[in-house]
């Protein structure tokens, strides 16, 4: 098997022109990592944000999401990729953590490790990988059945590999960012190697729960961000008080008092 360290991972940003003024906090915020793609759909964007990025692939803007992740996947090498969404802020993240998680992915030929925090709930399963999750310290796998709300497929932070990411493209590259999650396609992705994490150790992060070897922040939903009233919560009642000091800073730093992405 062949040795990949956390450094070696390709850091794989998806994100549109609409989202420059978050896509500037994004990039700022994995600058320091190697290996990272951008993929957007214009070239319009400010030289600072462009470089961050060691490559930058163009999708035409006319095609389903899919078909634009598609694309953009013929164009990088590496066989596995940490695919984020400009709007999920990395706050922090831990390497010698990563490349163990990293190993595992290989070595277990995972085909998607979605990296939010998930509770599981049959405790008897929780630990597929055997005792290799010690590795890492308190942390479980499972390769995760389609059930309930809690998606086998989305879009969150995740490291993929790269050959089974362009097989869903393919499959569903008529559907767009809004349908990507949809039945069809949990039901597809239900075949696959999809694993969740749980670990003991997380941050509550308003939209998600994240393990404190890898926690971002969803700063934005639905083209909105995240409520700063000193309550804590987002619109949703999802608190994220082990962050909401990060994200006043954000504010601060980013001007964002003014944007055009609070809720009416």
């Not at 941050?203 to 909105?224: L, P, Q, R, V, Y």
Request: net charge negative; charged share 20%.
């Amino acid at each position: 098997m062949t040795t990949l360290t956390y450094d070696d991972l390709r850091h794989v940003t998806y994100s549109h022109s609409d989202y420059v003024d978050i896509l500037q906090i994004h990039a700022d915020y994995i600058s320091h990592k190697k290996n990272k793609t951008l993929i957007i759909d214009t070239d319009s964007i400010p030289q600072n944000i462009k470089d961050v990025y060691d490559q930058i692939i163009y999708y035409d803007d006319s095609l389903p999401y899919a078909s634009r992740i598609l694309h953009c996947l013929n164009s990088i090498e590496e066989d596995f990729v940490l695919l984020m969404h400009d709007n999920d802020i990395l706050l922090r993240s831990d390497g010698d953590k990563m490349e163990q998680i990293l190993h595992l992915c290989m070595k277990h030929n995972m085909d998607r490790l979605d990296l939010q925090n998930t509770c599981f709930r049959n405790k008897t399963n929780d630990i597929i990988v055997n005792n290799e999750c010690q590795l890492v310290g308190q942390v479980a796998f499972r390769n995760h059945p389609v059930m309930g709300d809690n998606y086998v497929y989305n879009v969150n932070p995740s490291i993929w590999n790269k050959q089974s990411l362009s097989m869903v493209m393919e499959q569903f590259n008529h559907l767009g960012y809004r349908e990507i999650e949809g039945p069809e396609v949990q039901q597809f992705c239900g075949g696959l190697k999809i694993y969740k994490i749980s670990t003991s150790n997380f941050s509550s992060c308003g939209h998600f729960d994240c393990a404190d070897f890898f926690t971002f922040f969803h700063i934005t939903h639905g083209g909105e961000l995240v409520p700063f009233d000193g309550t804590h919560k987002n619109k949703y009642g999802r608190p994220y008080e082990n962050v909401a000091s990060q994200y006043q800073q954000i504010i601060k730093k980013y001007k964002l008092f003014n944007s055009k992405r609070w809720s009416s």
